[in-house]
């Protein structure tokens, strides 16, 4: 079982930024697609962004131009850059990982936007 832990999350106001970490116990190089959901009270989970090893990368249209996912190979982490941020990002944050039927989820962090 793969071991994730997100960290970074917290309070920021309109318009700054966050960068969430996502430590894996595992290679992240192992993986056929990394990528990070959120999810807001009252709604359901949604995908944030998703990096694939067959199909590149997907945003969700709300975070395009203002989020960024990249990756440490060496330290086997998972990174999300928030910039610009809006009130309505304020959700739990997780970090996943895939590789053929596994499917690991980190623990969450919470990001909350507010003046």
């Known amino acids: 079982q793969v071991q994730l832990v997100e960290s970074g999350g917290g309070l920021v106001q309109p318009g700054g930024s966050l960068r969430l970490s996502c430590a894996a116990s595992?290679?992240?190089?192992?993986?056929?697609?990394v990528g990070w959901y959120r999810q807001a009270p009252g709604k359901q989970r949604e995908l944030v962004i998703l990096l694939s090893k067959f199909i590149g990368t997907n945003y969700a249209d709300s975070v395009k131009g203002r989020f960024t996912i990249s990756r440490d190979d060496a330290n086997d982490t998972l990174y999300l850059q928030m910039n610009s941020q809006k009130p309505e990002d304020t959700a739990v944050y997780y970090c996943?990982?895939?590789?053929?039927?596994?499917?690991?989820w980190g623990q969450g962090t919470q990001v909350t936007v507010s003046s």
């Open positions: 595992g290679s992240i190089r192992s993986f056929d697609a």
């Open positions: 996943n990982v895939e590789r053929g039927r596994l499917d690991c």
